[in-house]
């Protein structure tokens, strides 16, 4: 912090002999060059200071404690609005006017005391202009009550907090499904069209922090490896550490309701440590009032991602309605939506808190430190039993059902041999197909390699018709097809004779050749698993 004679210098001796005479200090030197380490001499006693002290209005001591309650500095943008701004004035018309005897703001109070300065500072790697209490000043004052320290917001009724959502390790499950489809060269243009719990492009700014994924969206392999082989609460703090000192993960800009026309000069980095600094003054097991809690940012630190009080320069405009959200009207809309969606989506996703709403209400008007939150801001895996993995289902039509908490390495392997199914509550739905297994082949995967996989994984024992097509599509790279204009096209005519003699007759509409058939409209189907039944895989052709 700038000292006493960094705050005095740049200052003439009419300011000095202001804050002399504020002070009850004799000045009598003749010059600047000799009153101002005469008046540093008078300004280290600190018996004088505490006297200083108790002579301030009210209105200028809590000025002065805010900045002392910040480490003794304030953003100068915020400390204006708060506590008033200092007349700039020439020597001439200070001298007439005496702004030191007749104060216009709490903060001309301390200025021409001398018990505030005003500088550009580089502080939290963010150069911006302070207010502050010089170093020798503040290490001599007494330090605020406790009770005057107050905490960020108020606790949550019971009515506020009615209905919980706890916290849980879902994220690991979405995370393995886009390295799944990463690594099985899917575009995130159509990943990001499924079903997400989780927004995907966090999830994808989450793997690239964490060095899962390069920027060109292409996993690196040993690391996946060594992540999705990790314990379930291990690989949680893993991604949490990777978010919490992440420069990449932009929360600000996945804020819904916002849209940027230019990407802001935004330090994500900074910015998500002054929250989560915040957030951790919340008394543990006490559920905490949620737009109080905005309401003390807004009133405290108004302007802790703004650098200079800019509200401006921005453009940010409303997702819905397009207006531009500018000046600090707009704070609400802006910064406080923002720390919304940082609580109740990034935070309660990596662990850190839990939700609840009251009765009537989905959106969450309350939040409570997890029991997982203080391990993970740590570093360390959070305390929590991994349930006994249930069996996989799969049917002899080759349709595999995979619990949520089946091995998130499992589920990875198991995602790149099929084509990808709804998600349904509790697992996720999975098909193998000719067209899957060409795919996986393609990254180097044989059919063994899933028979190893789901070794004693599975329910029941491996379908024999199915195992025995996948090892003849194994060998010949053939299948039957069923086109578009449901035509039904075979490798071997016995196939075709085995159907006409099988009950799926009934959805053959023509024999057009020994090898090719016409099925009758919405029974291909039918014949899919008819074929299976005789051990035959069959592919679904869009040509």
């Known amino acids: 912090m700038p000292t006493l004679l960094n ?19 004799d000045l009598e030197a003749p010059d600047l060059h000799k009153a101002r380490p005469q008046l540093l001499t008078a300004l280290a006693d600190e018996n004088l200071i505490l006297e200083m002290l108790e002579s301030l209005t009210p209105e200028a001591r809590e000025a002065l404690t805010q900045l002392q309650m910040h480490k003794g500095y304030l953003p100068w943008a915020q400390f204006s609005r708060d506590y008033g701004d200092v007349r700039v004035m020439g020597a001439a018309k200070r001298d007439r006017e005496r702004p030191d005897l007749n104060p216009a703001s709490p903060a001309e109070i301390l200025w021409y005391r001398a018990l505030i300065g005003r ?4 502080l939290n790697n963010e150069p911006q202009e302070y207010a502050y209490i010089p170093d ?17 917001g108020r606790p949550a009724s019971p009515g506020e907090s009615k209905h919980h959502q706890p916290v849980t390790d879902a994220i690991l499950n979405e995370v393995t499904t886009l390295l799944a489809g990463f690594r099985m060269g899917l575009p995130f243009e159509k990943l990001s069209t499924l079903t997400w719990e989780i927004n995907p492009q966090f999830l994808k700014q989450l ?8 920027s060109l969206n292409t996993t690196i392999t040993d690391h996946t490896k060594t992540f999705l082989a990790q ?15 992440s420069t990449t993960v932009n929360e600000f800009l996945l804020t819904p309701g916002l849209s940027f026309e230019i990407e802001p000069d ?32 807004y009133t405290n630190f108004p302007d802790f991602q703004r650098p200079g009080g800019d509200y401006d320069s921005w453009f940010i405009r409303d997702a819905v309605t397009k207006q531009y959200l500018s000046g600090f009207q707009s704070w609400d809309q802006v910064e406080g939506e923002f720390i919304r969606f940082f609580i109740t989506q990034p935070l309660h996703w990596l662990g850190f808190v839990d ?128 086109s578009r204009e449901s035509l039904l096209k075979v490798s071997d005519p016995e196939i075709l004779k085995k159907l006409q003699a099988n009950r799926a007759n009934k959805a053959i509409k023509e024999i057009l050749s020994p090898t090719v058939a016409l099925i009758k409209p919405g029974q291909e189907e039918t014949i899919r698993k008819a074929l299976l039944d005789i051990g035959s895989l069959t592919d679904f052709s869009l040509d």
């Open 7 to 25: 705050t005095l210098q740049g200052h003439d001796l009419s300011y000095l002999r202001m804050v002399a005479n504020a002070w009850g200090i």
């Open 119 to 122: 500088a550009f500072l580089n």
């Open 136 to 152: 020798e000043m503040l290490k001599s004052m007494p330090a605020p009550d406790q009770e005057t320290i107050p905490l960020p």
């Open 207 to 214: 793997l690239f922090t964490g060095e899962l994924i390069d």
């Open 231 to 245: 314990p379930r609460p291990k690989a949680l703090s893993y991604l949490a550490t990777a978010w919490m000192n």
């Open 266 to 297: 935004h330090h994500p980095l900074p910015i998500r440590k002054f929250l989560l600094e915040q957030i951790s003054l919340v008394p543990e097991d006490q559920w905490w009032n949620l737009d109080i809690f905005i309401q003390f940012i």
């Open 355 to 482: 939700l609840a709403h009251p009765e009537g209400k989905t959106e969450p008007t309350a939040f409570k430190l997890s029991a997982w939150s203080r391990t993970l801001w740590n570093g360390q895996s959070p305390d929590f039993t991994e349930v006994d993995q249930p069996k996989i289902q799969l049917d002899r039509y080759g349709q595999l059902k995979v619990p949520q908490q089946t091995p998130l390495a499992l589920r990875y392997q198991i995602a790149r041999f099929c084509e990808w199914g709804e998600s349904q509550k509790g697992g996720y739905l999975y098909q193998l197909s000719p067209r899957s297994l060409h795919k996986a082949a393609e990254q180097g995967l044989k059919v063994n390699h899933l028979f190893t996989l789901l070794q004693n994984q599975l329910k029941d024992p491996f379908p024999p018709p199915l195992q025995s097509a996948l090892l003849q599509w194994e060998q010949s790279h053939q299948a039957n097809q069923i």
